[in-house]
């Protein structure tokens, strides 16, 4: 679809991920704040890594809710679960995906959340196509990515994505549609994508 694709993030560099000045950098807190989480959603974090994302939405979603950690590399996925264990957080999965297929069960989750994940995907509409059956009726998608329209975001254009581009990529599944962008974050878009309800 006319856009390069990024390396996968080695997990050898997964310290990155947890850097302190992260949240005032990237404003961390107003994205996890903009979902508007509640109590016993179902939350498929794919791509998360270090899981930091994780724990701050397990707290939110409570204990009759849950967090499926999505992750293709067994070392992410091992390193993420230390961190849960450290905080005593009990509500987070993990789910060892593959690059095709995040392995969640059909109309299974509420929420999809992907914070810097989508842009290195190597099968991302394959990944589209799955995460789309993997979503209840109405459910929707979070995506984050780094703005490539704005010459201020100074990282590789690599790892950056348009909402052009986005849309033109997460639309092409049929039943998936483009929501609206909160437009909050220093350097990254969130753009929320709703799969349709069942017909009445
Ligand atoms: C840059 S890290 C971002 C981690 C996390 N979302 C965060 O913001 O802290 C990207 C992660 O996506 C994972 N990843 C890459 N392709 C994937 C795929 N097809 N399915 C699931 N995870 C994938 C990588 O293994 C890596 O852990």
């Known amino acids: 679809m006319g856009r390069e694709i990024a390396h996968v993030m080695g997990h050898q560099a997964a310290g990155w991920l947890e850097r302190p000045d992260r949240e005032t950098e990237e404003r961390t807190d107003l994205l996890v704040e903009a979902m508007q989480l509640k109590p016993k959603e179902v939350v498929a974090d794919i791509g998360a890594g270090s899981g ?26 091992d390193l993420l679960q230390r961190n849960m264990a450290k905080r005593q957080i009990t509500n987070v999965e993990s789910v060892l995906g593959a690059t095709d297929d995040p392995k969640l069960p059909p109309a299974s989750v509420d929420t ?44 590789k254009r690599v790892h950056k994505m348009s909402q052009e581009q986005a849309k033109k990529e997460f639309t092409a599944i ?11 974050l220093p350097q990254q878009h969130i753009l929320i994508f709703r799969k349709k309800s069942a017909a009445k």
């Open 112 to 155: 999809i959340l992907m914070v810097d994940v989508y842009h290195e995907f190597d099968q991302p509409y394959e990944m589209l196509r799955a995460m789309h059956k993997a979503l209840k009726p109405g459910g929707r998608i979070v995506l984050v990515e780094f703005r490539a329209e704005d010459p201020a975001v100074n990282i």
């Open 174 to 184: 049929d039943g998936l549609n483009w929501e609206r962008t909160i437009d909050v």
């Open 52 to 77: 930091y994302f994780c724990w701050r939405m397990a707290k939110l979603v409570g204990s009759e809710g849950r967090i499926l950690a999505v992750d293709i590399q067994q070392e992410m996925l």
